[in-house]
């Protein structure tokens, strides 16, 4: 019987019970069944929880200086595993706020939260609504996929209350604050960090942190790199969540609204110092041993690099590089690219030539939007114009000139460097084509200090310490003279510098001086200290050839890449700007054999030390491969160059009296050097084309590399005292120079007649015209 209410049938009160019992016991049944089909089907499935509980984090390959900087990280992902002991108070709270505030009362299910899910997935259909907690969400990222499907989120289920038996809620939270995937290849809250704040942890701001604890929902939604404003509104709601929890007081909670955030935009982990070549070479060092599991197994490897003498190597190189390339003028633009009307299709076409540019270290690519009359502005990408006025234009001002040509004239399109000074100024510069490359050793155990191997490791990858093989020039001549000792020669041996022609074989051969002046009899100290090309070559045919091509193997040189002929006194064979500072080393050390190493040590997660390296010990006999009289005698022959000759420029700036070394300019100035030491450090520079050509007719090794040099050991030698050096036994001084005992005859200094012209082989005569070398 129904009752009837104006004037339509509603059911009895007796039905609508009826109803009400049947979904009842439908829902308790689907209740049974459901617990059914979890305890019986799905728990026996789940996956162990080795994963989690024996927590094995793929942390990076790291790389550091000697002094415990980070200089290199290699990896897939970005992680930094910290025990959340460690971990900011606040940081957690912030995380806690925003994702599973009940975190330490539920026991892996938030039941309040998981029925607002199920309303919101009624309404608005499956996977609208989350409502997972931490612990769910770190068996979803360990164990599932993030695949929105009814059995996954069974399975989630199950395992967030496997997981809350098995684990702490501290070791959950460590679990999920090191794993999580935070957008930018970053995994985990202190990799995050670093990858948008260069900052640990403990550093971050409540205004940061907030930021970071919004990424987990959704890292590309709200990265801050590439969605700044979505990045924003959801640390807005992290903040104000943590207010509403009393994490933050009122004053907290307005400060950090307030403060500005300076993202990383680059979105890379990002290292103080310069040092891309050092990490690479280690990356290669550690691969060749440990294979793929160096880049997951947490892996460190310590360098013996300094961190000083490593931002003073590379600074100095660019700076000095880049002073060359000011030298030698504007090229004009890049490129020039079409400059669409529409504004919306020209920011696009501006941003796709940025994009093909990377920036190098302040020389920032720009595309000149408009050209007037003492002024050009440039836009670098970041929707803030760039004027640039005055001493801006003066390095491009043949490119602003109404006689420029088309190829270098600047004009709307066109895509340019510009840098900034300290003083917030803009000015046009470019990128150098020109290469250089910089080293330094300990000059005792032949440990690296500082390596540059090329202007820019991100433009190329190419190491010219280590690959680069290039003509020394004279910066060889040493060791000819190293020769000449052994064989009786002292310093004060006159050597006879007047034209020399040579023929043999048909062939006809005349050394220059590089500046075409002979100083008649000269001693070999000031034939070396000026770089005497054509004494040089007169002492190499006395020696003979043969003797001194084998004797350069002393110094570590392959007498493969050496000439069999009197060039080889010229420096016209190949080397590495590397092997050449392990021979200089010699002179240095007193006449030991050094080979340069580049890692202390390997050591593992846990801190166990899986490689060693163990340096020579000093002095010692089995590492001796030079007279150490000859050493000494070769060093005070090396300082005379840096006090009076081709190198004095060095001891002037330096204010030192143990600086040696020699510089080195090979012919048409296709390289330039300057190789020497002081203070127990060896260094190189070293500067060219890597597709061979004259870097100038005024430009020599004095000029390109000599000025790399002396800006580095500026810095390197401020703390290490001068060198002095004992003499050696069974060395004495005749007439106020330097002799081997045994050439000593009652006449005093052996008499060497280099006038007679002695016979030269035929072989030994170069079939080029004159090579000039300084």
Known sequence: ???????????????????????GCAALAAAVLLAAYLFLYVRPRLPELDVITDYQPKIPLRVYTADNV?????????????PIAQVPEMMKKALLAIEDGRFYEHHGIDFV??????????????????????????????????????????????????????????????????QMYLGQRSFGFASAAQTYFGKPLSELSIAEMAMLAGLPQNPSRHNPISNPKKAHARQQLVLKRMRELDYISEGQYQQALAQPLHINTRG???????????????????????KEDSYTKGISVYTTILKADQDAAYASTRRNVIAYDQRHGYRGPETFIDMPLEPEQRD?????????????????????????????????????????????????????????????????????????????????????????????????????????????????????????????????????????????????????????????????????????????PI??????????????????????????????????????????????????????????????????????????????????????????????????????????RNAFVMDSMLREVART???????????????????????????????GYGGGIVAVAWMGYDEPKSLGGREFGSTLAMPIWIDYMRTALSTRPQVTRAVPAGLSQVDGEWLYDEFIDMNGVKTLDLDVETPTDPAAVPETVPVEAN
């Open 1 to 23: 019987m129904t009752a009837k209410r104006s004037g339509f049938p509603w059911p009895s009160r007796r039905a609508i019970g009826r109803s009400f019992i049947l979904a």
């Open 348 to 520: 696009d076409a501006i941003d796709a030539a940025l994009q093909k540019r990377p920036d190098s270290d302040g020389l920032i690519a720009a595309v000149v939007t408009d050209v007037a009359s003492g002024k050009v502005v440039a836009d670098t990408g970041d929707g803030d114009a760039k004027a640039i006025t005055g001493e801006g234009l003066r390095f491009a001002a043949p490119a602003l000139s109404a006689k420029a040509s088309a190829g270098i004239k600047l004009r709307p399109g066109a895509v340019i460097r510009i840098s900034q000074d300290a003083k917030g100024n803009w000015a046009i510069t470019q990128v150098p084509l020109v290469a250089a490359a910089f080293v330094s050793l300990d000059a005792d155990t032949g440990a690296y200090h500082a390596m540059v191997g090329g202007f820019d490791y991100n433009l190329q990858k190419f190491n010219h310490v280590t690959q680069a093989w290039r003509q020394p020039g004279s910066a060889m001549k040493p060791f000819v003279y190293s020769a000449a000792l052994e064989k009786g020669f002292s310093p004060a041996t006159l050597i006879n510098d007047v034209p020399l022609e040579m023929q043999a074989g048909g062939k006809v051969w005349a050394p220059q001086n590089d500046d075409f002046k002979f100083d008649g």
């Open 523 to 628: 001693t070999m100290r000031y034939a070396l200290a000026q770089s005497k090309n054509v004494a040089s070559v007169r002492i190499l045919r006395a020696l003979g050839v043969s003797y001194t091509h084998d004797f350069l193997e002393k110094f570590g040189f392959d007498p493969a890449r050496q000439p069999s002929n009197l060039t080889m006194a010229l420096g016209t064979g190949s080397v590495t700007p590397v092997q050449m500072a392990g021979a200089y080393a010699l002179f240095a050390n007193g006449g030991h054999q050094v080979e340069p190493y580049l890692i202390d040590r390997i050591v593992d997660a846990k801190g166990t030390v899986l490689m060693q390296t163990k340096p020579p010990a000093p002095n010692d006999d089995k590492t001796l491969a030079l007279d150490p």
């Open 113 to 178: 939260r998981a029925g607002g899910a199920v309303l919101s997935n009624l309404r608005h259909g499956f996977g609208h609504g989350g409502g997972s907690t931490i612990t769910m969400q770190v068996a979803r990222n360990f164990f599932l996929t993030r695949e929105k499907v009814a059995s996954r989120k069974l399975n989630e289920i199950m395992l967030a209350l496997k997981i809350e038996a098995a684990l702490s809620k501290e070791q959950i939270l460590e679990l999920y604050m090191n």
């Open 70 to 82: 980070l200089i290199g990280e290699f990896g897939e992902e970005h992680r930094d595993f910290v």
């Open 268 to 290: 890379k982990q990002g290292f103080d110092t310069h040092a891309e070549y050092v990490a690479e070479l280690a990356r290669q060092a550690v691969y060749a041993q440990f």
């Open 645 to 675: 000759g081709t190198g004095a420029a060095a001891t002037k700036k330096l204010g030192r009296s143990d600086i040696a070394g020699k510089t080195g300019t090979t012919s048409d100035a296709v390289d330039g050097w300057f190789a």
